[in-house]
């Protein structure tokens, strides 16, 4: 069955500069590694899930769960598990090429964040379906529809004036625990979103040349 295309057409000005626009505001996301405790409208985090809820997916599988801590107690344990095995890759298990590589960040074991953003959003990967009888079903494309639906939940946060941090303490078993969610999904990124504090920096970092990053033919 087909249904009309809910579809609005701008002019060829309003699509330059709606183009111009977004890319003005976009470029303006950075990772953010200091939070504030600041409050904020949970409705917001809310339609940024349901914005990363419409997005595209292999046979529209959706084959994501967001799952959002916003109580202390959860986040404390999040930033106790999260820091255990930050400690072990600081201190062991990343080779030195990769520490070389994150020392433009200085980042290290301490995750204080995690307890000070108002909210931490787990995005799991659903590894196959399971129907209301428990019969399991394949899932299709998955790491590419949940880095689609997190892009977007990431916008959508950054362009409702909310500062994120992607962060991946690996592995991140421990999140399906404290989330109690099941074995059939993976952790697959963990987004820290709230106000930063007052006069964060952020690394001095460039991005490629436009020419670098694409080929017209
Ligand atoms: C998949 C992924 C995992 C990341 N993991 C971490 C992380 O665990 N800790 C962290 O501080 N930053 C993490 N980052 C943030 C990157 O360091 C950051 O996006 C990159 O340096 C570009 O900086 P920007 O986001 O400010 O533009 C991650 C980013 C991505 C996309």
Redesign the pocket.
Known sequence: MQKPLNFEELTPDEMLNASRDFRKKISR?????HFSDRAVDREIIENAIKSAGSAPSGANKQPWHFAVAENPDIKKNIRKAAEAEERDFYHGRAPQSWLDDLKV?E?DENKPFLETAPYLVAVFLQRNSIDADGGKHKNYYMPESVGIATGMLITALHLSGLAT??????PMKFLNEIFDRPSNEKPF?LIVTGYPTKNVT??D?ERKPFQEISTFF
């Open positions: 996301r950075r990772s953010v590694r960040f980042t941090l992607t962060h991946t303490p690996s990124m952020v690394p970092i």
